[in-house]
């Protein structure tokens, strides 16, 4: 009998440690899913920056869809365009072959970063930003009207790593070529203008 009284009190004592080693194990777990739960940082929601604009002009109109992935670039430019700023407006600089400018407003306006990227690509109907310089970009923006991806600067920079590519002509590119057809007052000029102004008369933002 002293044996198994013995065994008894032993086995109870194991009992009692396993017990506890468990109740300390489901301790941790818990703290540490309440740790993940709820002290973890809040996922960033991106800016919704979504939708198309119409260019109304004097020559046909133009749709433009914004991409979502240039959030500051495509904001910044439908907050313009909410304010109205671009209407009346004109294609002050047109580059057969090239591209055709224009957003050129009477105010100042803040600069905003670049948002190049790795998907950043000047083909024929999309539409980017000018700029005077690395994160200098403002209200200017222009359509390309060829495949300007590949052209390299002297310097060595590159035409995609300087100029961020917010959207795109969905409809209304035919509009975009013959404007970028019109007489201009000098075509060897860096900034040919045309001779008879091609006006952007609204600007909307489509729901």
């Known amino acids: 009998m002293p044996v198994k009284l013995k065994s008894s009190a032993r086995r109870s004592r194991r009992n009692k440690k396993i017990a506890i080693g468990v109740f300390v194990i489901a301790l941790i777990a818990i703290s540490a899913m309440l740790v993940f739960i709820y002290g973890r940082p809040s996922p960033v929601?991106?800016?919704v920056v979504q939708g198309k604009v119409v260019l109304q002009t004097s020559m046909g109109n133009i749709t433009i869809e914004l991409r979502d992935d240039k959030p500051k670039t495509s904001e910044n430019f439908k907050n313009l365009v909410q304010q109205?700023?671009?209407n009346g407006t004109i294609f002050h600089r047109v580059i057969e072959g090239f591209m055709v400018q224009g957003g050129k407003i009477n105010q100042s306006i803040p600069a905003i970063p670049d948002e190049i990227?790795?998907?950043?690509?000047?083909?024929?109907g999309t539409v980017a930003m000018a700029n005077a310089g690395p994160n200098t970009a403002t209200s200017e923006f222009f359509i390309?009207?060829?495949n300007n991806t590949k052209i390299t600067y002297p310097d060595g920079s590159k035409f995609d790593g300087s100029y961020t590519v917010f959207g795109k002509v969905i409809d209304g590119m035919d509009v975009v070529m013959a404007i970028s057809r019109v007489p201009v007052d000098d075509p060897t000029s860096q900034s040919p203008k045309p001779l008879q102004d091609v006006t952007i008369i609204r600007v909307t933002v489509l729901p």
């Open 144 to 146: 390309n009207v060829a």
């Open 84 to 86: 109205g700023l671009y």
């Open 117 to 124: 990227g790795s998907d950043n690509h000047n083909l024929n």
């Open 45 to 47: 929601t991106p800016p």
